[in-house]
């Protein structure tokens, strides 16, 4: 509960700061919102370190490759990533560079889940 706070308080004041500038220096709001986003970013990243560890120990105990956990780990970091900077995007106005960096998510998601599905398709050749 602790980090949610912090990151709601931080959200709510860099919100207030952001409507102060927005009369004197509009330009500056775009690096404040990346700030934050940084802030929770790294304090979210923080928080998953138990997710980590738990994939760590059920991939060792299932006796399964890294193959089968990894390409999920990355892919919801891509997608973490993706969606802070898709929405700084939008707040600056720029919503074909939003779909752009969404795109890009999409790819790199395609690309880093390929070593599991090819796992997949062997699975399958083995059964047919």
Request: charged share 15%.
């Amino acid at each position: 509960m602790g980090p949610l706070l912090r990151f709601a308080a931080a959200a709510v004041l860099a919100a207030a700061v952001a409507l102060l500038l927005r009369r004197s220096n509009p330009e500056l709001q775009i690096p404040l919102a990346a700030a934050v986003c940084c802030f929770v970013l790294w304090g979210v990243l923080k928080l998953l370190e138990p997710v980590r560890t738990f994939l760590e120990r059920a991939a060792a105990l299932s006796g399964l490759s890294d193959v089968y956990f990894l390409p999920v780990a990355k892919c919801v970091v891509i997608a973490i990533v993706a969606k802070g900077a898709a929405d700084l995007c939008r707040d600056s106005g720029q919503s074909a560079m939003a779909g752009a960096v969404e795109l890009g998510a999409a790819a790199a998601a395609l690309a880093v889940s390929l070593p599991l599905l090819s796992a997949l398709l062997g699975f399958l050749e083995e059964l047919l």
